[in-house]
C-alpha cells in the first residue's frame, strides 16, 4: 500500500514564506501531485513533480527527492486568499492517485 | 461551461433511502474517477473510468455503492440503502487521458448527508 504523510494544520503571515512538507512510501512511483482546495470548493491543480528537483511556477514552487519520498510545497509572498487546504498526492503504476489527509493553512494578518 | 459539473451540488437522505450523483465531465475526457472526502481529509479514490469501461473499482467501500459511465462520458454513482457513514463529499474528476499522465479536474462536489 502507500503510505503519505503531511502535517495536519500551519499558520503563517501575511507576505511570508511557507513550506509545507509531504512524505510518502510508495512502490513504483511515477509522480506526486500538489492540489489546492478551498473550503466547500473542488480540488485545484498546482503542480506535478515526476523528476528530482525543484519546479518554479510563479509563488509557488514544488521540491520532490525520490530518494527520500519526501517533497514540500513552498509558497512565497503569502496572500490571504492562500487559506486553504493544500494535498500532496501520489501515482504509482497504474494505481489510482492517492491522496494524503491535506494540509490546513491559515494566512493571518 | 467548460469545467467538470456535479448535481446534485447538496443531497440530504434518510437512512436506507437511495441516491444518485451525476457527474458531467469535460467534453472529450477520456477518464473520469470518483472520490470520496470526508470532512478534514483527502479525497479517497472510489473507482475509475476509460470511457464507458469501468477499470478500477477497488475503492467503493460496499455492495451498495455502484457507478456507471454507459456512453463514455456522464456518470451516475449510485449508492443504495444510504447510512449515516456515507455522509461526505463525493467528487467526480476528469481527464483528458491516461490515469498516469494527467492533472485531475475536478468538479465541486456533491454533499450528501444521511439522517
Known amino acids: 500500500g502507500q503510505n503519505i504523510d503531511q502535517p495536519t494544520e500551519m499558520t503563517a503571515t501575511e507576505g511570508a514564506i511557507v513550506q509545507i512538507n509531504c512524505t510518502y512510501q510508495t512502490s513504483g512511483f511515477n509522480g506526486l501531485f500538489w492540489y489546492q482546495q478551498h473550503a466547500g470548493e473542488a480540488p485545484t491543480f498546482l503542480s506535478y513533480n515526476v523528476l528530482d528537483g525543484l519546479e518554479e511556477k510563479g509563488r509557488f514552487s514544488s521540491f520532490l527527492s525520490r530518494s527520500k519520498g519526501y517533497s514540500y510545497l513552498l509558497l512565497k509572498e503569502l496572500q490571504m486568499k492562500d487559506s486553504a487546504s493544500y494535498l500532496c498526492?501520489?501515482?504509482?503504476?497504474?494505481?489510482?492517485?492517492?491522496f494524503g489527509k491535506g494540509t490546513r493553512l491559515s494566512v493571518i494578518a | 461551461g467548460a469545467g467538470v459539473s456535479q448535481s446534485p451540488r447538496y443531497k440530504v437522505a434518510k437512512r436506507g433511502q437511495d441516491v444518485a450523483l451525476r457527474c458531467d465531465p469535460i467534453s472529450g475526457h477520456v477518464s473520469l474517477f470518483w472520490y470520496q472526502q470526508a470532512l478534514g481529509q483527502g479525497p479517497e479514490f472510489l473507482t475509475y473510468?476509460?470511457?464507458?469501461?469501468?477499470?478500477?473499482k477497488s475503492g467503493l467501500p460496499s455492495d451498495r455503492f455502484f457507478a456507471e459511465r454507459p456512453e463514455g462520458s456522464v456518470s451516475t454513482l449510485k449508492i443504495q440503502r444510504t447510512q449515516q457513514e456515507d455522509s461526505a463529499v463525493y467528487l467526480c474528476?476528469?481527464?483528458?487521458?491516461?490515469?498516469?499522465?494527467?492533472?485531475?479536474?475536478f468538479g465541486p462536489g456533491t454533499r450528501l448527508t444521511v439522517l
Open positions: 473510468f476509460q470511457n464507458e469501461a469501468q477499470l478500477d
Open positions: 474528476a476528469s481527464t483528458p487521458g491516461l490515469i498516469t499522465l494527467n492533472e485531475q479536474f
Open positions: 498526492a501520489v501515482i504509482s503504476g497504474n494505481t489510482p492517485l492517492v
